[in-house]
């Protein structure tokens, strides 16, 4: 679904992301976006790159992986649209535990568009 490119997996980006980017919140989710440090840098010939935070929170290990795995394929979809090597963390709250596919859809949207201004 997520090609490997385009996977957060350090830590300390996920940090970075979260710390120091833009960050916009929906019902279901926050939406952590940083931009490319440097336009002139290799940085912005990376791709962009999608990490996700479901925690405890959100309900037990299978409510948590169905969850994730709506995220992932709501993300995919909006890779093109994401700057190039741009860091995005999408955390999920309690709520999306009981969101539709549909309702995160449109809450990940919503939260994209407005820190994507």
Same mark, same amino acid.
């Given at each position: 679904?997520?090609?490997?490119? /385009?996977?957060?997996?350090?830590?300390?980006?996920?940090?970075?992301?979260?710390?120091? $980017?833009?960050?916009?919140?929906?019902?279901?989710?926050?939406?952590?976006l940083?931009?490319?440090?440097?336009?002139?840098?290799?940085?912005?010939?990376?791709?962009?790159?999608?990490?996700?935070?479901v /925690?405890?929170?959100? $309900? /037990?290990a299978?409510?948590? /992986?169905?969850?994730?795995?709506?995220?992932?394929?709501?993300?995919?979809?909006q890779?093109?649209?994401?700057?190039?090597?741009?860091?995005?963390?999408?955390?999920?709250?309690?709520?999306?535990?009981?969101?539709?596919?549909?309702?995160?859809?449109?809450?990940?949207?919503?939260?994209?568009?407005?820190?994507?201004?």
């Amino acid at each position: 679904m997520l090609p490997a490119s /385009n996977r957060l997996r350090r830590s300390g980006d996920f940090r970075r992301a979260v710390r120091t $980017g833009r960050r916009a919140g929906r019902r279901a989710v926050v939406v952590h976006l940083l931009p490319a440090t440097d336009p002139g840098t290799d940085s912005a010939a990376e791709p962009a790159r999608v990490g996700f935070v479901v /925690n405890k929170a959100v $309900g /037990n290990a299978v409510l948590r /992986n169905r969850v994730h795995r709506r995220l992932r394929a709501v993300m995919a979809a909006q890779l093109p649209g994401l700057p190039a090597g741009s860091l995005t963390v999408v955390r999920a709250l309690p709520p999306s535990g009981s969101s539709s596919f549909e309702e995160l859809t449109a809450d990940v949207q919503a939260a994209l568009s407005r820190v994507l201004r």
